[in-house]
């Protein structure tokens, strides 16, 4: 249940007030509840969550560099917003706004 409930505040980017009021719990649980089972969530993250290191860093720049000609990159984060010089020409718009 406290997974779920953090699971939906995360997913909905409600008020907790709101969350609890849907959950039949008070808000200082639902508060309580997103604290507890986040630090467990990020407890793991050196599981999941590494920078490469110096042959895969040279691997990521070539793979990306053969891909979108786009050098220098050793990784991506999904929705993102990263201000760049937009490039000029017939591809300028591919990269608005990535």
Same mark, same amino acid.
């Given at each position: 249940?406290?997974?779920?409930?953090?699971?939906?505040?995360?997913?909905?980017?409600?008020?907790?007030?709101? &969350?609890?009021?849907?959950?039949?719990?008070?808000?200082?649980?639902?508060?309580?509840?997103?604290?507890?089972?986040?630090?467990?969530?990020?407890?793991?993250?050196?599981?999941?969550?590494?920078?490469?290191?110096?042959?895969?860093?040279?691997?990521?720049?070539?793979?990306?560099?053969?891909?979108?000609?786009?050098?220098?990159?050793?990784?991506?984060?999904?929705?993102?917003?990263?201000?760049?010089?937009?490039?000029?020409?017939?591809?300028?718009? &591919?990269?608005?706004?990535?």
């Amino acid at each position: 249940l406290q997974l779920l409930i953090t699971l939906h505040w995360y997913a909905s980017g409600s008020f907790q007030l709101n &969350l609890g009021e849907i959950m039949d719990i008070h808000q200082s649980t639902v508060s309580r509840t997103v604290k507890n089972i986040s630090m467990a969530i990020a407890s793991h993250r050196s599981d999941f969550i590494a920078f490469p290191t110096e042959n895969e860093i040279t691997e990521i720049q070539r793979c990306f560099y053969d891909l979108a000609n786009f050098p220098g990159v050793i990784g991506t984060i999904d929705c993102t917003h990263t201000p760049i010089q937009c490039p000029k020409g017939e591809q300028a718009e &591919l990269f608005r706004t990535r």
